[in-house]
């Protein structure tokens, strides 16, 4: 937080008169006081969510705000609640996040290298193209690619019903990591490549063994945006696997939810905390590459 | 002679090189993007139900969707609302919590991580949560409420506060945009606050002729991005309104019955278009739909990537 107070650091290096010193001390406090509020209105949905997740059936259904006694087992109960197959889907949202953030980074970096270490004509023009797509709505191409999806049958194969046309694109280059890095990329000095050049190393190698070692805490954000896009992911896993549970991701089956089990919202909440549980883990775990990641798409973007 | 060819062989070999990075852009953009536009305008102009053949109509979908649809406009202006309030709002609250955050002396970190922390909250969790915080029977808010002696709306019930509760649920999730206008805000150089102040600035006058200039093209960046999430806004509107008509009815199914429940007031565009092309499966129509979808949002990015550097180098330093 050394930059936050730098930033409150006092401007006159003389020791202000008393009068200065007591008005800077209310504005301090004022400032506080609605910080703390805000931040108990922040915090205030997850601590409902979290009592409610804890009560009992009726309890829930009643005006108390507070669980007794605290129903710890409803985090048992949602596992062994019948239809509501929790397991299964994280284990399809797990595959859908890992396959798709591997091809977005495998695919990504090779494209934003091109468009930004390498001169060549029509590279402008490639990149506007990338820019473009990024802020396209999903919306606009959905209507064809479901019909695609739906009349390719290799080897009797059918697509819809499973997560392959979500996962596949991934491996194509996506839109918003390619920006990511390519901006990143810019950043890192033509020395270290001329360097290697000197040293014999040939474009693919630079990029492989140079630039990607350079480059990790960018590739670590677009790792982590991407797992966190695809885990929040609703759209598209609902078009394609929305009428085969068995291939449901968690978002799908937790909007669902409430309907395998009527108005049970206790269970719902548990659910709902569940799903939210691996993200805010990830956070904790990962703090800097999240704060830093967030500021490389703002700041540079 | 021998040396142009050698130079011939040196491009061309660079142009391979450039053509194999660029090689999984290049497919992922033809069959992904460039196809599908392409086809999504052939589709327009045809009813297809994905069964039998297209079958060509000319402008008809237009025509239905133009003027006769009494839905479209309806998605329309649900849209036009969602924007209109929300991005204001969340560019206003993301601002006045970075500035906050800024000035204080103490806890700066566990207050950032508790704005932070909902915009992590996978959209479908959060949206279920905010439908159950603001359920008008046994809802904690309208329990508390009516402790104060308030009598609480409907929230997600009631057709004039179901938007009005999704704007809550979006201001909820602002964290990001927080995380990016604070480091813009850091950013600010130390030197021109002390100059304004040497110039007798006050604390208002820093921040209209200091601040807002400094980190203006971030606000700006940040506002357009949030019309172009607007415009796909789906998933909460999706969700809530799902939920919501569950627990009305008790019968609790998501169907296309419950899409823009209650009353249309959550019919989303997007919404509009998974139900004309997902549920009822008039591809042909979802095509024109998308066409006009494609139309504003090209605009609306086209404004943008022309201008984007100029943002981009007043935003770097």
Redesign the interface.
């Given at each position: 937080m050394s930059a936050a107070e730098a930033a409150v650091a006092p401007l006159v290096r003389r020791r202000p008169p008393a009068r200065v010193r007591r008005k800077r001390l209310l504005v301090a406090v004022a400032n506080h006081s609605v910080l703390v509020a805000a931040a108990l209105a922040f915090l205030l949905p997850f601590l409902f969510i979290t009592l409610t997740a804890l009560m009992s059936n009726e309890q829930a259904l009643s005006n108390h705000l507070w669980p007794h006694p605290f129903a710890w087992h409803n985090f048992h109960d949602v596992f062994t609640m019948p239809g509501a197959h929790l397991l299964r889907w994280m284990a399809n949202t797990f595959e859908y996040s890992v396959l798709a953030t591997l091809g977005v980074v495998l695919s990504s970096v090779p494209v934003a290298y091109a468009l930004s270490r390498l001169r060549w004509r029509g590279r402008d023009v490639a990149f506007m193209v990338v820019l473009i797509a990024l802020m396209l709505p999903p919306q606009v191409t959905v209507v064809p690619l479901y019909v695609m999806w739906a009349k390719f049958h290799p080897f009797g194969f059918n697509f819809i019903g499973t997560l392959w046309p979500v996962i596949i694109p991934n491996w194509f280059g996506d839109a918003f990591s390619i920006f990511l890095l390519r901006q990143f990329f810019l950043t890192i000095p033509e020395e270290y490549m001329d360097a290697a050049r000197v040293d014999g190393c040939g474009e693919l190698r630079i990029l492989v063994t140079v630039v990607s070692r350079l480059a990790k805490p960018a590739i670590a954000a677009v790792a982590l945006f991407s797992f966190l896009y695809t885990f929040n992911d609703f759209f598209l896993p609902l078009l394609y696997s929305g009428e085969s549970p068995h291939h449901w991701v968690l978002s799908i089956g937790l909007s669902e939810f409430r309907s395998l089990h009527q108005v049970q919202w206790n269970l719902t909440m548990a659910a709902t905390l569940l799903v939210m549980a691996p993200v805010i883990l990830l956070f904790f775990l990962a703090q800097r590459a999240f704060v830093e990641g967030v500021t490389l798409t703002g700041v540079k973007g | 002679m021998e040396r142009r060819r050698a130079r011939s062989r040196a491009a061309w070999r660079?142009?391979r090189?450039?053509l194999?990075?660029?090689s999984?852009?290049l497919?992922?953009?033809s069959?992904?993007?460039g196809?599908?536009?392409v086809?999504?305008a052939y589709?327009s102009l045809n009813h297809?139900d994905?069964l039998s053949a297209p079958r060509w109509v000319g402008l008809a979908n237009y025509r239905y969707l133009f003027s006769v649809d009494p839905q479209t406009w309806t998605a329309v202006r649900n849209t036009l609302w969602m924007i209109g309030v929300l991005v204001p709002l969340q560019v206003l609250s993301a601002f006045g919590?970075a500035l906050?955050?800024?000035?204080?002396?103490?806890?700066?970190?566990?207050?950032?991580?508790?704005?932070?922390?909902?915009a992590?909250?996978?959209?479908?969790?959060?949206t279920?949560?905010?439908v159950?915080?603001l359920?008008p029977a046994?809802g904690?808010v309208n329990?508390?409420l009516?402790h104060l002696g308030i009598s609480g709306p409907l929230w997600f019930q009631d057709p004039s506060w179901s938007k009005p509760s999704l704007v809550m649920l979006g201001i909820?999730g602002v964290g990001?945009?927080m995380?990016?206008?604070l480091?813009?805000?850091?950013?600010v150089p130390?030197t021109l606050?002390?100059s304004a102040?040497l110039d007798g600035a006050g604390p208002l006058q820093r921040m209209r002729y200091v601040t807002l200039p400094s980190i203006s093209p971030?606000l700006l960046?940040?506002a357009v991005l949030g019309v172009?999430q607007g415009?796909?806004y789906?998933?909460q509107a999706?969700?809530a309104a799902?939920?919501a008509a569950?627990?009305a009815s008790?019968a609790?199914?998501?169907t296309a019955a419950s899409l823009g429940y209650p009353l249309d007031s959550t019919l989303m565009y997007?919404v509009l278009?998974?139900q004309h092309?997902?549920t009822d499966f008039q591809?042909g129509y979802?095509?024109a739909m998308?066409?006009f979808?494609?139309v504003v949002?090209?605009a609306?990015?086209?404004t943008?990537?022309l201008n984007?550097r100029r943002w981009?180098h007043e935003?770097?330093r």
């Open positions: - | 660079r142009r090189l450039v194999i990075l660029m999984p852009w497919v992922g953009f069959v992904f993007f196809y599908p536009l086809m999504s589709l297809y994905l919590l906050m955050l800024a000035r204080a002396r103490a806890g700066v970190g566990i207050f950032r991580t508790i704005f932070y922390l909902p992590l909250a996978p959209p479908v969790a959060a279920l949560g905010f159950f915080i359920n046994t904690p329990t508390i009516s909820w990001n945009t995380i990016i206008f480091a813009a805000v850091l950013d130390r606050y002390e102040q971030v960046f940040a172009i415009l796909q789906f998933t999706y969700v799902g939920v569950g627990q008790q609790a199914d998501v997007p278009l998974y092309g997902f591809m979802a095509s998308a066409m979808l494609f949002s090209f609306v990015t086209l943008i990537v984007s981009v935003a770097g």
